[in-house]
């Protein structure tokens, strides 16, 4: 639990000389309807949000869970290079025990995996809760607050990224040894 208070991140898969190699923010969807799965992003502030307005242009500031994630993920490109930073929120595509029941043996294929620095700016600085809509036949994901269509990736695109980023800490290991 310390770790999603600080981080942001329900799953992080650490590897010797690196601090976090992927970290992982599940959401179960909100609801279902037809071939459309809903899921709600920062929608839990943890300090400092409040409905007091101090002008137009200037919205309290507040630290949820999606700043959290866009914090680790700056602070991974800073320490390590990482870009993107492999912080994804992680979103199956199962609404019900009927569904997981059926989808079981292939839960990995159908969970979509969004990294975090994909999402708008104004996701991070409104305060607002915001919805994502996945379509389940075709990929496309929507962020709702704003209407951005955003990427989405599957587990294998999201190995060969992880596979790329132990290799090139491999290649300036060696640099280094040199």
Not at 79 to 100: C, H, N, R, T
Request: glycine share 2%; net charge positive.
């Amino acid at each position: 639990m310390r770790q999603e208070a600080t981080t942001g991140l329900d799953v992080t898969i650490n590897v010797p000389q690196f601090r976090i190699i992927l970290g992982l923010q599940f959401k179960a969807p909100r609801s279902k309807k037809f071939i459309l799965y809903y899921f709600r992003i920062a929608d839990k502030a943890r300090r400092g949000c409040s409905s007091l307005t101090y002008s137009d242009k200037i919205r309290p500031k507040c630290l949820n869970q999606h700043i959290a994630m866009l914090i680790s993920a700056i602070a991974l490109k800073i320490a390590y290079g990482y870009d993107p930073p492999p912080i994804f929120y992680a979103l199956p595509l199962i609404y019900d025990a009927q569904e997981l029941e059926t989808n079981a043996t292939n839960l990995l294929n159908r969970t979509k995996f969004i990294n975090i620095t994909a999402f708008p700016p104004m996701t991070f600085i409104d305060c607002q809760t915001h919805e994502i809509t996945i379509n389940e036949r075709t990929g496309k994901t929507l962020v709702h607050s704003t209407s951005t269509e955003i990427k989405t990736i599957n587990a294998k695109e999201l190995i060969e990224i992880l596979r790329k980023l132990l290799e090139e800490h491999e290649t300036i290991k060696k640099q280094k040894q040199s």
